[in-house]
């Protein structure tokens, strides 16, 4: 009988071919070490002189150049800057023993340097380096590829962005995107925003960080006049002025260190549109003057430019500051907060909104669902009365995490209270208060108020270990017969009816 053979086994599998690296230093030794090094992860060649490595830049498909700073014909930086004339896309690396910072400025602003790597260099940290010049290379060249496809077929592109750009309108229609119940404490902030959303005044969005302040900012655009222009947000707590600045008004080649290329602002990018702002309150006094001349003269100067240009942006802010406060404390420009807070809304906390914490854990799970490709049919009663019970001081956002933490857990159908973390089982609305707090707030004797905590105690032990006498009983160091007894005196037998009967 003939011997079967896989015939995929005579398909030979073609191996990638490596990243091309050349490496120009006049010192042979040099150019010889740091060959040996590379060689095993890259198509190395190596030059000793300028004419040399453009005779190879010429002949092969270089991705990379690692290139000496000191040498006899020309700098390195000198010899970079007609490789990016000739070879724009070739990303251009400098390896030197001299750190001059005169050296390193001219490297990153005139020659386009990626990376200014100082003598002694570590095998490995070159590696990595290296091995990041080389997924730009790609990502360069995978933008090039989409940028002529978009030059080919426009039409298609376009139909597309509008279609997506429709969805988005459906969703913030009707109801504004924003999950509630029908007697929410939200309903009164939707009305207020479809109230103002017409017209052209900025806003001020106020509430806990995670009540939803940049769903509301967006309702707020979608259903304004300049729905057809770009939405832009930015978290003006997350980083140093300069950045900031550089971020929301743009800046010019040079205009500082790392400043390889002119940058378009966010506020330009929003020309026609809107910017939100998160975490406005957290922005320093000096930022609070270049902000404020922004919005009374509607214009912005980038970085490193005196040329001004104008602007038309409505500004949404968000923060979860007591900016009235800080004006009166001197925290905050009291002439900025009046340009920002044309219309102020305040967003309820979750612990205030618990009705909506069913409609929210489901429209969560739906999404959470579709992001990590695993489906179930939702969560037991149990489950959503536990959630309910909870203060979520982390609002949303807390809510959010604990949902995905129970899906990716679960096995079942349906999402049990046994999947639901400790500190949200054993928590009553007074949770997120200290111990002194907890204690004092209970009301009764003292025998009454040990109660209550070791009846909280026992429904969390026993709802993580699904209502298993045998393994509460074990933790909690009772027998049955005693851990059967504390159940009945707290009523927690129904407890465990009811969740039978929601996971049955």
């Known amino acids: 009988m003939p011997e079967l053979i896989d015939s995929s086994a005579r398909v030979p599998m073609v191996p990638k071919p490596l990243p091309t690296v050349l490496v120009l230093d006049d010192e ?19 030059a000793t002189t300028i004419e040399a490595a ?83 290379f790609r990502l360069q060249r995978l933008n090039e590829q989409l940028a002529v496809e978009l030059k080919l077929r426009p039409e298609t592109v376009a139909d597309e962005l509008e279609e997506k750009r429709q969805l988005l309108r459906a ?23 479809q109230h103002v959303a017409p017209f052209n005044v900025n806003v001020l969005l106020t509430g806990e960080s995670g009540t939803g302040k940049e769903l509301c900012a967006r309702a707020l655009h979608y259903n304004s006049l300049r729905q057809d222009g770009p939405f832009v947000a930015e978290n003006c707590g997350a980083l140093p002025d300069e950045l900031l600045e550089s971020e929301l008004f743009g800046h010019k080649r040079g205009a500082f260190t790392g400043a390889v290329d002119d940058r378009v602002g966010l506020f330009e990018r929003a020309d ?39 602007i038309d942006v409505r500004v949404i802010a968000a923060t979860n500051r007591d900016l009235e406060k800080d004006v009166k404390e001197g925290r905050f420009r009291q002439d900025l ?46 489950a959503v009365n536990c959630m309910q019970a909870y203060d979520w001081p982390g609002n949303v956002r807390e809510l959010q995490n604990e949902i995905k933490r129970m899906l990716v857990l679960g ?67 009772l027998s049955r017969v005693g851990l059967r007894n504390k159940l009945e005196r707290y009523e927690l037998e129904q407890i465990q009816q009811k969740s039978k009967t929601a996971q049955g």
């Not at 309150?281 to 240009?309: C, D, H, M, W, Y």
Request: glycine letters at 6%; aromatic letters at 6%; a negative charge.
């Open 28 to 46: 042979q030794r040099s150019v010889e070490t740091l060959g040996r090094i590379l060689q095993d992860e890259f198509d190395v060649h190596c």
């Open 54 to 136: 453009e005779t190879i830049l010429q002949r092969e498909w270089v991705q990379i150049i690692l290139c000496d700073q000191r040498m006899p014909e020309m700098t390195g930086v000198e010899f970079l800057m007609r490789v990016r004339k000739q070879w724009p896309e070739v990303i251009r690396m400098i390896i030197s023993g001299y750190t001059d910072s005169a050296d390193i400025i001219d490297a990153v602003n005139e020659a386009g340097i990626y990376h200014f790597i100082t003598k002694p260099w570590q095998p490995a940290d070159l590696l990595m380096k290296l091995h990041n010049a080389a997924k730009l």
């Open 171 to 193: 969703r913030f229609d009707w109801d504004l995107g924003i999950v509630r119940s029908p007697d929410s404490p939200m309903n009164h902030v939707c009305e207020i925003i």
């Open 272 to 310: 026609g549109g809107t910017i939100f702002l998160d975490e406005i309150g957290e922005i320093s006094p000096a930022f609070q003057v270049k902000l404020l001349r922004v919005l009374q003269e509607g214009e912005i100067r980038p970085l490193g430019t005196n040329t001004r240009r104008k």
């Open 337 to 382: 907060y009046y340009r920002l807070a044309t219309f102020v809304v305040q967003l309820p906390p979750l612990r205030e909104r618990p009705m909506d914490v069913e409609a929210l854990a489901y429209a969560i799970l739906e999404e959470s669902s579709r992001q990590l490709g695993k489906q179930v049919k939702g969560f037991t009663d149990e």
């Open 411 to 477: 096995h079942e159908d349906y999402l049990g209270s046994d999947l639901i973390s400790a500190r949200i089982l054993l928590a009553a609305p007074e949770e997120s208060k200290s111990d002194l707090e907890l204690l004092t707030g209970i009301e009764g004797s003292l025998k009454e108020r040990v109660e209550s905590l070791e009846a909280r105690i026992l429904k969390e032990t026993l709802i993580r270990h699904r209502w298993n006498k045998t393994r509460a009983a074990e933790e909690l160091g």
